[in-house]
Structures are given as C-alpha cells and as structure tokens.
C-alpha cells in the first residue's frame, strides 16, 4: 500500500504570493490532517478534514485554509506569505476512526 | 500546550534497550499516552499507545505507571536507526479528535555506535 504522499517536496516562494500544497492519503483513509514544523515552535496542528468537512482547526490566521475532495486528496493554501510562513508542512492521513495517524515526508516551504 | 514533560535529550548505546521517561502528572482517566517518533526529514511515525496496561508492538513496550502519571518508552535493541526526536503525547481517544495531536519538544535520542 503506498504511504501518505505530498508535493511538492520543495517549494520557494517569495513575500505576499501564495501557495497550495497538496497531500494524497493513504486509499482508504478519510481523514487528513495538516501539520506546521518550524524550529522555534516545533510541530503545530493546523486543521483536519474528515469526509470533505473540516472537523477541527488549530489557532492559525484566516491565511491558512484548506479542503479535501471526495476521493479524500486534500490541499493546503497559504495566501500573502510571511517570512514567517517558512516551515515544514506536514499531511497526515488515518481512518477517521484509528488512532493512529500516518504522515507523509512533508513539504519544505521557503518564504523569501 | 503540550500535557507532557520529557527530557530534552538521551544517548544509548548501539545494542543497548534504550528507556525514554515521559511525565503526564495531569493525564485523565479517558486520555491515552502515543509514542510518535522522527527522523531527521521524515514525518513523525507512529510507535506505539496505551491507556493502562502496559502495551508491546514489534518496534517497542510502553510501561506506564500505575497511576498512569508517568510512563517507559523502551527500544529493547537500539541500533543507530533508532537515531531520532521521541513524542510523548496524550490525548482522548474518539472519532471527531483523530487527526488532531499535540506536540512538545520531545527527546533526541542519539544511539552512539
């Protein structure tokens, strides 16, 4: 079964464009969750989607969005990038209803 | 915030069990303690998670004290593999929370040759 996979790996960006990245889960997992790492404030969760609907968001500005297509893909997007916004974002993936979260390598994401 | 405490760092030896210790003095009784794991570059892996009872996987055991304040991750052969940033975290069990963790800074474990 192929793992949970993100594109890009790599993406560089400047200040004020923005950004979507996208994650495709494991088949059969409804749920998809999006994660945040930076070195100064570790790993941080920004939302997840269950059956297309989000279902819990963490306490990130209106900038962060998301959504996830009925085949359970999700994307990410981050609009008027911030310097600040340089991180490691990592997709996670399970059933919905297994505690067990299985994440993707992530995207690394340079604001310039 | 985080609901655990860890040491921010550990060396074992190659071979050795390697015992990782994680505080949660305020866990509740419907709250069940996970062991994600990290490699450098890689997304956190899933290791392991119990309520009570001791729990053991093909990669690891978790001993978690009787008054569920504290617990054990242990790796009974740590090879270099085994190199990587440990989280303990707690959390309720149930389907609308799943996907949502919370992290703390964790514990590196350096495995020396």
């Known amino acids: 079964k192929a793992g949970v996979t993100q594109t890009p790996r790599y993406l560089i960006k400047t200040r004020g464009q923005q950004v979507t990245l996208s994650c495709s889960p494991i088949?059969?997992?409804?749920?998809v969750s999006w994660y945040q790492q930076t070195p100064g404030q570790g790993l941080q969760f920004l939302f997840e989607?269950?059956?297309?609907?989000?279902?819990n968001k963490g306490n990130f500005p209106g900038r962060f969005s998301g959504r996830q297509f009925s085949n359970s893909r999700s994307e990410m997007n981050v609009s008027t990038l911030e310097l600040g916004d340089s991180a490691l974002y990592l997709c996670a993936s399970s059933l919905g209803t297994s505690e067990k979260l299985f994440f993707g390598s992530g995207t690394q994401l340079s604001v310039l | 915030d985080a609901k655990t405490t860890q040491p921010t760092s550990m060396d074992c030896a190659e071979g050795r069990a390697a015992n990782l210790p994680c505080n949660h003095s305020t866990i509740s009784g419907n709250e069940y303690v996970y062991w994600y794991r990290q490699i450098h570059s890689q997304g956190p892996q899933y290791i392991i998670h119990g309520l009570k009872n001791n729990e053991t996987n093909e990669m690891a055991s978790l001993i978690i004290t009787e008054d569920r304040k504290s617990s054990t991750l242990i790796l009974p052969h740590a090879t270099l593999r085994d190199t990587a940033v440990y989280y303990c975290i707690v959390r309720v069990a149930g389907s609308s929370n799943t996907g949502k963790l919370i992290f703390g800074q964790g514990t590196t474990l350096q495995v020396k040759p």
């Open positions: 989607y269950f059956s297309e609907t989000q279902r």
């Open positions: 088949s059969g997992h409804r749920s």
